[in-house]
């Protein structure tokens, strides 16, 4: 069973602070996605990352896969308020017998909360 | 019109009640599916359907059974559920195997 284990669980920071949250894995990946969770919402994609060492950037959001894709980090840049959210980690495993649907496995996730 | 929409969006029953969660999307995509998000578990995917066939059941209990009508409706109907199926219960749905998923924003089901 191919595991996404996110650190740290937990994160409460105050606005303009840097952080960095992990997804890590024992198991490589074709691609990794990153989703952000606001209180009252469903999970919204955030990025896509698919070849080892990719870096992309979304605003003051940096997602980097690792060179062996089994691993993955967010770093967010002067934090604010608007970030508070659950941060999960996925892969996606396309359904090998109708090859139209796919199969997204979560991480554990990552509960930020950006204070004033 | 929003993408993924959910009914209702909390709901209390007993252990004895039956009541179903619908959810509808209005982005055309031909494959939705159910997820669970529970306090002490990741979010963890319960069933799949692609075209109106369910293509994935992911060892859930029959005390759960999705219905998908047609490709822009699917329903979760619940029966005498347990308080561990206390969650918030997700809905999506994706163009096709390389797409991206668009989640509803959940039911949260309390069963007392």
């Known amino acids: 069973t191919q595991l996404l284990e996110q650190s740290p669980q937990f994160l409460s920071i105050q606005e303009g602070e840097n952080l960095t949250v992990y997804c890590n894995s024992s198991?490589?990946?074709?691609?990794l996605q990153w989703y952000r969770q606001e209180p009252g919402e469903g999970p919204v994609l955030l990025v896509t990352?698919?070849?080892?060492?990719e870096v992309k950037k979304l605003k003051r959001l940096t997602f980097q896969f690792g060179d062996a894709r089994k691993d993955s980090s967010l770093h967010i840049t002067a934090a604010q308020p608007g970030d508070t959210g659950l941060y999960l980690c996925?892969?996606?495993?396309?359904?090998?017998?109708?090859?139209?649907?796919?199969?997204?496995?979560f991480g554990t996730g990552t509960r930020l909360q950006v204070t004033l | 019109e929003t993408g993924v929409t959910q009914t209702p969006r909390h709901l209390v029953m007993g252990m004895t009640n039956k009541k179903s969660l619908k959810c509808e999307q209005h982005?055309?995509?031909?494959?939705m599916y159910w997820y669970k998000q529970s306090a002490k578990k990741p979010l963890e995917l319960m069933f799949v359907?692609?075209?109106?066939?369910?293509?994935e059941n992911n060892s859930v209990p029959s005390r759960f059974s999705p219905e998908c009508p047609n490709s822009s409706h699917l329903f979760l109907h619940l029966h005498t559920l347990q308080p561990e199926d206390s969650a918030l219960y997700l809905c999506?749905?994706?163009?096709?195997?390389?797409?991206?998923?668009?989640f509803g924003p959940g039911t949260r089901l309390t069963v007392l």
């Open positions: 198991s490589v990946f074709s691609s």
């Open positions: 982005l055309g995509h031909n494959a």
């Open positions: 999506a749905s994706s163009q096709g195997n390389t797409d991206t998923q668009y």
């Open positions: 990352v698919v070849t080892g060492g």
């Open positions: 996925a892969f996606d495993s396309p359904q090998q017998n109708t090859g139209t649907a796919s199969k997204l496995t």
């Open positions: 359907y692609n075209f109106k066939e369910q293509t």
